[in-house]
């Protein structure tokens, strides 16, 4: 496609369930970063792939949450046992490797009830 | 820890005005300043970009200015429309990381 995919557009969790998010990148973008936005903030750094490699994942909150791209292009951001406080945007951008060429996805919202 | 503060919040611009929002930054090791603008339900867009080799970048009616010694820099849009209504984002990243560390976003309302 001609640019970032993510899916589900919307997620309600019922607190304590799993989630999962997905991202579909730019074909050919051997760079995936995943952040999150709360509500009027933002956007937050979670983690940095270079194709298949995950390169950084200082900014995920907690252990509950799990970052994947096993075969170098689409990838899956998983949270478990979700907490209210993790209702926010899950934006997924992809690029080349230039920093001009960051492409964000429309974002994922979840709301955990 | 706040990496860059952006002001003001909010701003409310007549058509044809010009819009100013400003960013500060602490660490000197960032070295890619870029503006991002994001409409509701969408992500953010690349809007400009600069690095601290120069002082000044106009694209179109969007001017950024930076200044290296300050550790500031600002985003200028000239002759505003309600189009532009939207919220801002500054970011700074650094060489040794492509991942980006945003502002706190200001939402600018362009009346006609």
């Known amino acids: 496609g001609a640019g970032v995919s993510q899916s589900p557009r919307y997620k309600v969790a019922k607190r304590g369930q799993d989630v999962a998010l997905r991202c579909d990148p730019i074909?050919?973008?051997?760079?995936l970063f995943w952040y999150q936005q709360a509500l009027g903030q933002g956007p937050e750094f979670l983690t940095y792939?270079?194709?298949?490699?995950?390169?950084?994942k200082s900014g995920l909150p907690s252990d509950r949450f799990f970052a994947e791209r096993p075969e170098g292009s689409v990838s899956t951001l998983k949270i478990q046992r979700t907490q209210q406080e993790d209702s926010a945007v899950y934006l997924c951008?992809?690029?080349?490797?230039?920093?001009?060429?960051?492409?964000f996805g429309s974002g994922t919202r979840l709301t955990v009830v | 820890q706040q990496q860059v503060k952006q002001s003001p919040q909010s701003l409310i611009v007549q058509k044809g005005g010009i819009s100013i929002i400003n960013c500060a930054y602490e660490?000197?090791?960032?070295?890619?300043f870029p503006w991002y603008q994001q409409f509701p339900g969408k992500g953010p867009a690349l809007l400009i970009a600069?690095?601290?080799?120069?002082s000044e970048k106009k694209e179109g009616r969007f001017t950024i200015s930076f200044n290296k010694s300050a550790k500031q820099f600002s985003l200028h849009i000239m002759d505003s429309q309600p189009g532009d209504s939207a919220t801002y984002f500054c970011?700074?990243?650094?060489?040794?990381?492509?991942?980006?560390?945003f502002g706190t976003g200001t939402r600018l309302q362009v009346f006609p």
């Open positions: 600069i690095r601290p080799d120069v």
């Open positions: 970011a700074a990243s650094k060489r040794s990381t492509d991942k980006l560390i």
């Open positions: 792939f270079q194709n298949e490699a995950q390169l950084d």
């Open positions: 951008a992809s690029s080349l490797g230039d920093r001009d060429g960051y492409t």
């Open positions: 074909s050919g973008h051997v760079s």
């Open positions: 660490n000197t090791a960032f070295d890619y």
